[in-house]
C-alpha cells in the first residue's frame, strides 16, 4: 500500500476543513459464474452507502457516476483501471475512486477493493477480505470498515453499527436489488419494478426497496 501519497492528500483536504470527495466505480465479476454480474452495481451500491456514514467523506452519487461514465464513454467498459480513474475522477470532481472486484470459487468468496488517487492515478489503498460465501455480507462489511480507517477516518462504535445493520443480509434479496440497478440504468421502469418486489419479497424490511417502489408509484400517480 502506497500510505504515504494518501496521507498528504488527506492532510491536505482535512486541515483545511475540506470533505474528501469519493467515487465509487463498479466492482468486476472475475469468476466464471455470470449470475453474479449484477452484483457489481448492488457491491458499488454497498460501498456508496457505507461511506456516507462518515461525514469527512463526500460520496458522488451513483447517478452522478453513470452520468460522466456516459459523457466520458466508459459505459461499455464500467471497471476501472487507473488511466480511466483519473478521467472519471477529474469529471466527477472527486479525490478518490474506490474500485474493485470479487471472485466466487466454489464455496469460497473473495472481495478486493482499492483506493486510486485521482491525482496521480497510483493506488493509494488496497485490500481484501476473503471467506465463505454464506459470510458475504460480513466480508463486505469488514472490507468497507478496513477501507475507511485506511482513508484516515477513525469509525466509533455506533458508526460500526450503523455500518453492519445498512442494506439486506439475504443474498436473493441483494441479488434481485442489483438486477433493480441496472434495470434503472437502462431506464426499464417494469422490470426495475419487477426487481424490486422479489427482492422485498425475499427480505421484507428493506427501507431502501420500500422507498424506490413508494417513489416509482407516486411517479406514476402523477402522470
Do not use: W
Not at 492515478?121 to 485490500?127: D, E, I, P, Q, W
Not at 478496513?146 to 477516518?153: D, F, P, S, V, Y
Amino acid at each position: 500500500m502506497r500510505i504515504l501519497p494518501l496521507l498528504v492528500a488527506l492532510y491536505c483536504h482535512l486541515s483545511y476543513g475540506k470533505e474528501l470527495v469519493i467515487a465509487v466505480s463498479y466492482f468486476e465479476n472475475t469468476s466464471s459464474v455470470k449470475e453474479l454480474a449484477p452484483l457489481q452495481k448492488g457491491l458499488a451500491q454497498m460501498f456508496i452507502t457505507d461511506l456516507a456514514v462518515s461525514e469527512k467523506f463526500k460520496v458522488v452519487e451513483r447517478s452522478q457516476l453513470n452520468k460522466v461514465m456516459s459523457e466520458l464513454k466508459l459505459q461499455r467498459s464500467p471497471f476501472i483501471d487507473k488511466t480511466s480513474a483519473v478521467k472519471l475522477g477529474k469529471g466527477l470532481g472527486a479525490s478518490f475512486i474506490l474500485t474493485g472486484s470479487y471472485l466466487l470459487f466454489e464455496d469460497t468468496f473473495r472481495i478486493d477493493a482499492k483506493v486510486i488517487n485521482v491525482e496521480t492515478g497510483l493506488v493509494s489503498v488496497a485490500a481484501s477480505e476473503n471467506g465463505k460465501k454464506g459470510d458475504f455480507f460480513k466480508l463486505q462489511k469488514a472490507l468497507s470498515i478496513k477501507m475507511i480507517q485506511e482513508l484516515g477516518e477513525k469509525l466509533s462504535p455506533t458508526q460500526k453499527k450503523n455500518i453492519d445493520s445498512n442494506g439486506t443480509k439475504n443474498l436473493e434479496a441483494f441479488h434481485f436489488y442489483s438486477k433493480a440497478l441496472d434495470a434503472t440504468d437502462r431506464g426499464d421502469t417494469e422490470a426495475e419494478k419487477k426487481f424490486l418486489s422479489m427482492a422485498l419479497q425475499n427480505d421484507k424490511d428493506l427501507d431502501v426497496v420500500k422507498n424506490r417502489l413508494d417513489e416509482l408509484s407516486n411517479k406514476i400517480e402523477k402522470i
